[in-house]
């Protein structure tokens, strides 16, 4: 049967203006939820803890036979910049250099701690103290005794725990005075310490 004249069929395909606008709506929503997500990202992403070595002091640095005698006393300030997060930290280990040499490694959180947010935590007199055969060349010796201040490179590995398992590697280079008594050396400054990257665990 022939339709009425001038009557339009319900079943009119869809035009493609109306498809346009669905696709416009669609994609509009789309990007006010990635939007909506970068932004509850920023807000609630858990900020790395920062390191700072407040104060270092070099009672003993001597080196005879192929041995390095050292006493190096450290204070660490760590802070947690983060305004709703606390960090619950699982250990720390500290590693010294000098001159790529590493001489000594020290375990600092036994047991762990837990550092609430906007939080500082200090370490005070974390003593890196011992005796390492190191093996020096003829003129990396002559620097050695002609050093009035020793150049060390201080490397802090940590594991902590936010809303994942993270680890960390923060890296301190140290210019530290040294002392020929037990009198501590004056003159060190308090250097902060660079997070070199985050790792996080399965």
Known sequence: M?????????LEPMTPRFGARCLFCFCNTILCLLLALFIFWLIFLPKEP????????LTQFNFNNNTLYYNL??????????KRVGIYYRHIQVIANYRKERFSMVNLTSPPFYQ????TTFLHDVLVEGQELVEFGEHEL?????????????LMYGK??????????????LKVPLSFS?????GFNTTKCCNVYVLTNP
């Open 50 to 57: 920062e390191f700072t070595v407040s104060n270092a002091s």
């Open 116 to 119: 609430g947010h906007k939080n």
């Open 160 to 173: 902590f725990k936010t809303a994942d398992y993270g680890s960390s590697k923060i890296d301190c280079k």
């Open 2 to 10: 022939t339709p009425p004249l001038g009557r339009k069929d319900a």
């Open 142 to 154: 002559s620097q050695f005794n002609s050093e009035t201040a020793a150049a060390f490179t201080i």
């Open 182 to 186: 037990e009198t501590p050396a004056t």
């Open 73 to 82: 006393a450290l204070n660490i300030t760590i802070q947690n910049p983060n």
